[in-house]
């Protein structure tokens, strides 16, 4: 018996064992930082266009609606005295008309609607454009212009009928818990404020009984305003840090691995060995229109093995004689070979080999200093061909 009741505790414990490692690699994660997962590179640029592109911006919701409560009532505070008359109006419409409800024709139900309708939109008319200003005003402030309609497209790979999936995206998040904890700091804000304000002016809500209604209202309104406006400054407050908070970990979610950051410069600029085969390519293409021109030289000025320099020069065409191939080791007796192949003049020259192909690129024409020099090998060549320069 007691053998198989160790066994049993034994067999619970590891259970036990198993599911707190679980909990513990749980509770890694969901305090987990970008250089706990190896993304350990600041994000590029381009990955924070792309990120912008699809509407992935960082942004504080509690910024908008901190600005928003302060403008909007202050909006109210100032027009109280216009929403309390126009409120004024349609309480003497309806009860100096002495509406009968039950023989209203349909002349006066329109009546009544399009009454109804215009004073609402004169009252609630410039809180709703101002509220709508401020959202657009604060969006801007903190996102600059963005338009994208990437977080509308929809997605079946996001539909998962996983429960733990599910717990753990939509209740267990990271995300979802902060906003949690930010909505109990609100509360107690606003809960403390109210305290204290309405602490100060206890005393006052017993003489409201014996006062008139409408300094009553009076009264209740000014405290509420106080109310709103004390902890919509204390909200703004907690908003920029919100605000700070959110960059910062928009920022880190976007941190990249050095391998990430590579694979963006490739793709940026190109693989390097790609772009050396696109090099070589375009090196033996050049060498093969070089090695079409060679029969077409004048002459060709070799260093006896290491260089070769073939020269063209047309009186009428040119204005000086221009390098239309050149090589050295393998290709310069390549030159030599298919010049001797097309009867191209050869002439031994060391020094002006070396030059010519060392200061002279192809399809150029030699400099002023060479000028004597050449002439005189094309003068010697000519001469060999019965021409005269």
């Keep these: 018996m007691l053998e198989l009741f160790e066994n049993y505790y034994n067999q619970k414990f590891s259970e036990f064992d198993k599911y707190k490692i679980s909990a513990d690699n749980y509770h890694l994660n969901w305090f987990g930082k970008a250089e706990d997962e190896g993304r350990t590179e600041e994000p590029t640029a381009r990955k924070l266009s792309k990120a912008r592109e699809k509407g992935d911006v960082p942004r504080s919701q509690e910024l908008d609606a901190a600005v928003m409560i302060i403008i909007c009532f202050t909006l109210i505070y100032f027009m109280s005295p216009y929403i309390y008359d126009s409120c004024m109006k349609v309480m003497r419409f309806f009860m ?24 609402i939109l004169k009252i609630a008319g410039p809180i709703m454009a101002a509220a709508l200003i401020v959202a657009i005003a604060t969006s801007l402030m ?98 920029f840090v919100d605000y700070k908070f959110q960059r910062h970990q928009y920022i880190d979610k976007m941190k990249m691995t050095k391998q990430e950051v590579k694979d963006e410069y490739k793709q940026m600029e190109g693989d390097p060995q ?29 260093n006896p093995t290491h260089y070769a320099v073939a020269i063209k020069y047309d009186i009428n065409e040119m204005t000086a ?20 192949q097309n009867n191209v003049p050869i002439v031994v020259n060391k020094a002006l080999a070396r030059t010519l192909y060392d200061q002279v690129e192809i399809g150029d024409e030699i400099p002023v200093e060479l000028y004597k020099t050449v002439a005189e090998v094309l003068a010697y060549v000519w001469k060999l061909k019965g021409k005269t320069l």
Excluded at 194 to 213: R, S
Excluded at 289 to 294: A, K, L, N, P, Y
């Design 96 to 119: 100096l008309n002495e509406l009968n409800i039950r023989e209203l024709s349909e002349k006066e139900v329109y009546k009544i609607f399009e009454y109804s309708f215009i004073a």
């Design 142 to 239: 903190q996102v600059g212009f963005i338009f994208s309609t990437e977080k509308l497209k929809f997605d079946i790979k996001k539909i998962s009928f996983n429960p733990k999936k599910f717990l753990e995206k939509v209740i267990l998040s990271k995300e979802v818990m902060f906003n949690l904890l930010k909505s109990v700091v609100k509360i107690i804000i606003v809960g403390f404020v109210a305290y204290f304000v309405i602490k100060d002016k206890i005393n006052d809500f017993i003489g409201l009984v014996q006062i008139e209604p409408y300094n009553s209202i009076v009264f209740i309104a000014e405290l509420t305003f106080e109310v709103i406006w004390k902890s919509a400054l204390l909200l703004l407050i907690f908003a």
């Design 274 to 302: 790609i772009k050396s085969k696109i090099r070589e390519k375009q090196r033996e293409a050049a060498r093969r229109r070089m090695m079409q021109d060679v029969p077409k030289a004048d002459v060709i000025i070799r």
């Design 321 to 340: 004689p221009t390098v239309v191939a050149k090589g050295m080791g393998f290709l310069a007796l390549k030159i030599i070979e298919l010049g001797e």
